[in-house]
């Protein structure tokens, strides 16, 4: 059974850092991309990263490149987000997500519960 | 980027009705392979989205056969041909032909 556990999440103040990080297990971890999506309270679904399965890829939306940087640690079945200069709109449920292969994007077939990051002074 | 435009946002659906989801895209979104990375989520209340749907009318393990999707190019539809109280919840498309990714606004089914 496929199984991801987001932690990492909590209060920082606005150009404050936070590192996320996703527990994956039930599956080959390095054989598959992984991304991570967020949620705004009351507010849809926005991508912010993926990651090809070896770690030598990597993508991002406008809003977070340059702050956010993805990574992953095979041996450790674990995915990372570092996220620094926090503003108070990247306030949002983050959720990991598995993708469909190595360097296959846009699937999404899995998803973690969610950890909370709140922005605010 | 790709925008994906959903109608309604707002679906009030009696029990054993069906109801019908429209996700219309600003581009193709076939892929140079020839796959439309069309994909739809539901997100019921207090829980992560789950993936019911993907390249436009497969269903996932587990979906309940009510669930269908259909459509191509730009215009894709989830259908639930007998809504059922567990179905409440906001239901969005995304794609993932093109970067970055990008989700519809959502849609919100409640029973009436």
């Known amino acids: 059974e496929v199984q991801l556990l987001e932690s990492g999440g909590g209060l920082v103040q606005p150009g404050g850092s936070l590192r996320l990080s996703c527990v994956a297990s039930g599956f080959t971890f390095s054989n598959y991309a992984m991304g991570w999506v967020r949620q705004a309270p009351g507010k849809g679904l926005e991508w912010v990263s993926d990651?090809?399965?070896?770690?030598?890829?990597?993508f991002y939306a406008d809003s977070v490149r340059g702050r956010f940087t993805i990574s992953r640690d095979n041996s450790k079945n674990t995915l990372y987000l570092q996220m620094n200069s926090l503003r108070v709109e990247d306030t949002a449920v983050y959720y990991c997500?598995?993708?469909?292969?190595?360097?296959?994007?846009?699937?999404?077939?899995?998803w973690g519960q969610g950890t909370l990051v709140t922005v605010s002074s | 980027d790709v925008v994906l435009t959903q109608s309604p946002l707002s679906l009030p659906v009696t029990l054993g009705q069906p109801a019908s989801i429209s996700c219309r895209s600003s581009?193709?979104?076939?892929?140079?392979?020839?796959?439309?990375?069309l994909t739809w989520f539901q997100q019921r209340p207090g829980q992560s989205p789950r993936r019911l749907i993907y390249?436009?009318?497969n269903r996932d393990s587990g979906v309940p056969d009510r669930f269908s999707g259909s459509g191509s190019g730009t215009d894709f539809t989830l259908k639930i041909s007998r809504v059922e109280a567990e179905d409440v919840g906001v239901y969005y498309c995304m794609q993932g032909t093109r970067w970055p990714l990008t989700f519809g606004q959502g849609t919100r089914l409640e029973i009436k």
């Open positions: 581009q193709s979104l076939v892929y140079s392979d020839g796959i439309t990375y």
């Open positions: 390249k436009v009318s």
């Open positions: 997500a598995k993708e469909g292969g190595s360097g296959s994007y846009g699937h999404l077939d899995y």
């Open positions: 990651i090809s399965g070896s770690g030598g890829n990597t």
